[in-house]
């Protein structure tokens, strides 16, 4: 059974960083491509960025460019997101996602197997 951990959620001022991990036991995160949603309460989950199995294509939401970056670790089956310039916008559940289907998806529907969320609050 395929369990996503995200981990590495908080609380932060704007300005500042948090980087948030996503794991499991087996070898999904090292085997697929890769995403980072997230979703305030009540509202659809909006993707933030996507990485390919290699680890060499990366796509992201033009609202997180230039301040995120999705990274991922095959060796320790790990997939990162690097926050940076935080901002109160950004407070959110943020999810890793994996597809089997290769690509860069940026809707849900690819995604096969979600993990249960961490907490990002950025405080004004």
Do not use: H
Not at 93 to 112: E, H, K, Q, T
């Amino acid at each position: 059974q395929v369990r996503l951990t995200e981990s590495g959620g908080g609380l932060v001022q704007a300005g500042g960083s948090l980087r948030l991990s996503c794991q499991d036991s087996g070898r999904t995160v090292s085997t697929n491509t890769m995403a980072w949603f997230r979703r305030d309460s009540g509202k659809e989950r909006e993707f933030v960025a996507a990485i390919s199995t290699s680890g060499i294509n990366k796509q992201y939401a033009d609202s997180v460019k230039g301040r995120f970056t999705i990274s991922r670790d095959n060796a320790k089956n790990t997939l990162y997101l690097q926050m940076n310039s935080l901002k109160p916008e950004d407070t959110d559940v943020y999810y890793c996602a994996a597809s089997r289907l290769g690509g860069l998806p940026m809707n849900r529907a690819p995604y096969d197997y979600w993990g249960q969320g961490t907490q990002v609050t950025v405080s004004s």
